[in-house]
C-alpha cells in the first residue's frame, strides 16, 4: 500500500453483540452489506472496507473449529486483496478464537483484529461503535517503514491492544473486557492510539500465508479443587477418544501429592496421554519444580505450560494434535513458544 492509497480492510462478521440492532422483535444482526447506515461515523475514515458475514451469524457460545476454519477460508482466499482484517466476535470465546487463529494463521504478516461490544450498536450506551472505529484504524496502521503495525492476531477492546494468544475475558459486565496478565499490552487507545513497539510481533522473513485448517478438539480440561476424588480424576483420563489434558492446577502449578494421584497421571502418560499443566491463576504461571508438589507432577509426565492462559493452551494441543506429529514431538512444541503464547525461562 502506497502513502496515497485507501486501505483496504475486510471486516468479517461472525455474530455477536457488536452487529445487533434493536428491532419490534427484539436484537437482531444487521446487514453488514449496509454498514455505513448503521455506523455512519465509518465513513470519516476514508477507508475502502468491505465485509462478508457468516450466512447464519452465530452467538459465540457456539464457536468451533469448523467455524474457526470459516475464518480463516475467508482471510485465505482475500489474503493478496486486503491490507488488514477485522473481525467481529462476541465477547464470550473471542480469547479462543484469538488464540486459535493465532496458530491457524501461519505466516501471518498482516493485521488481524478482532473486537466485539459489551451492549449492541444502536444502543444508548453502547460501546461497539467507538470498538469497531478503533478496531479498523489498528487494522490500518502502518510504522516509519510502511509496513503494517500489527503483524499478528490481536483483540482490540475498549482502551487496549492485547496479543491474542494471550488474551483472557476476565468481567461479564465490564466494558474492559480483555486483559493479558502476563504479557505487555500491544497498544493504548485514547486520543491517540500509542502502539508498544518493543512488544509487538516482527518477521525476519516474509513467507506466504499457511492456513492450518485440521484442528483436533480431542481434548479435555481437568479443573483440580480440594477433596476431587479418585473415581472423577480416573473416570475424566478415561475419558474415550481424547488425546490431551490440560490440567488445571493450583497456584505455580501444584497438585495433591497423594499417590492415588500422581499413579492415575503416570498411568494416563504411559498410554500416550498428553497432559498439560496450566495454572487456575489469572496472572503468573506454572513454576512447576518450583515447589515439590509441582515437581511430583513432571516426575509423573506432566508437561510445564510455564504462563500460558487455558484458551492458548487448548488451542495449541488442537492445533498440534491436528499437525501430524509425534507425541514427543507435540510435549517439545509445548515447551515452545510458537506465536509468542509463552514466555519459555
Request: proline residues 6%; aromatic residues 10%; charged residues 20%.
Amino acid at each position: 500500500m502506497t502513502d496515497t492509497q485507501k486501505p483496504r480492510i475486510l471486516i468479517i462478521y461472525t455474530g455477536g453483540t457488536i452487529g445487533m440492532v434493536e428491532t419490534p422483535n427484539g436484537l437482531q444482526p444487521f446487514d453488514f452489506s449496509h454498514l455505513m447506515d448503521n455506523v455512519p461515523k465509518i465513513g470519516n475514515l476514508g477507508y475502502d472496507i468491505q465485509s462478508v458475514q457468516f450466512p447464519q451469524p452465530i452467538d459465540s457460545s457456539n464457536m468451533n473449529p469448523t467455524y474457526w476454519n470459516q475464518i480463516v477460508k475467508d482471510i485465505a482466499d482475500r489474503y493478496d486483496d486486503f491490507d488488514g482484517f477485522v473481525i467481529l466476535h462476541g465477547t464470550d470465546t473471542m480469547a479462543y478464537t484469538a488464540s486459535a487463529l493465532a496458530f491457524m494463521l501461519r505466516n501471518l504478516r498482516k493485521p488481524v483484529v478482532i473486537t466485539g461490544s459489551q451492549l449492541p450498536i444502536g444502543d444508548t450506551r453502547e460501546d461497539g461503535t467507538e470498538n469497531l472505529i478503533s478496531a479498523l484504524q489498528v487494522a490500518a496502521a502502518r510504522d516509519e517503514n510502511g509496513d503494517p503495525m500489527i503483524q499478528e492476531v490481536v483483540i482490540s477492546f475498549q482502551d487496549y491492544i492485547v496479543r491474542g494468544c494471550r488474551s483472557t475475558k476476565f468481567t461479564s459486565t465490564g466494558f474492559h473486557a480483555f486483559k493479558s496478565f502476563n504479557y505487555p499490552n500491544l497498544g493504548t487507545i485514547d486520543l491517540h492510539i500509542d502502539y508498544a513497539k518493543p512488544y509487538l510481533m516482527r518477521h525476519d522473513t516474509k513467507l506466504p500465508l499457511d492456513p492450518f485448517y485440521s484442528m483436533d478438539p480431542n481434548i479435555l480440561v481437568l479443573w483440580l479443587y480440594p477433596g476431587i476424588t479418585p473415581d472423577v480424576v480416573k473416570s475424566q483420563l478415561a475419558t474415550p477418544g481424547i488425546k490431551a489434558v490440560v490440567l488445571r492446577t493450583f497456584g505455580a502449578g501444584n497438585a495433591p501429592t497423594e499417590q492415588w494421584f500422581l499413579d492415575a497421571l503416570t498411568d494416563a502418560v504411559s498410554k500416550g496421554l498428553i497432559i498439560y499443566n496450566v495454572t487456575q491463576c489469572l496472572n503468573g504461571g506454572d513454576e512447576q519444580k518450583r515447589y515439590y508438589t509441582g515437581d511430583m507432577l513432571s516426575k509423573a509426565g506432566v508437561i510445564t505450560g510455564y504462563d500460558i492462559t487455558v484458551e492458548a493452551a487448548v488451542t495449541k494441543l488442537m492445533y498440534l494434535l491436528g499437525s501430524g506429529l509425534t507425541t514427543d514431538q507435540i510435549k517439545d512444541y509445548l515447551t515452545t513458544s510458537i506465536v509468542g503464547e509463552i514466555t519459555v525461562d
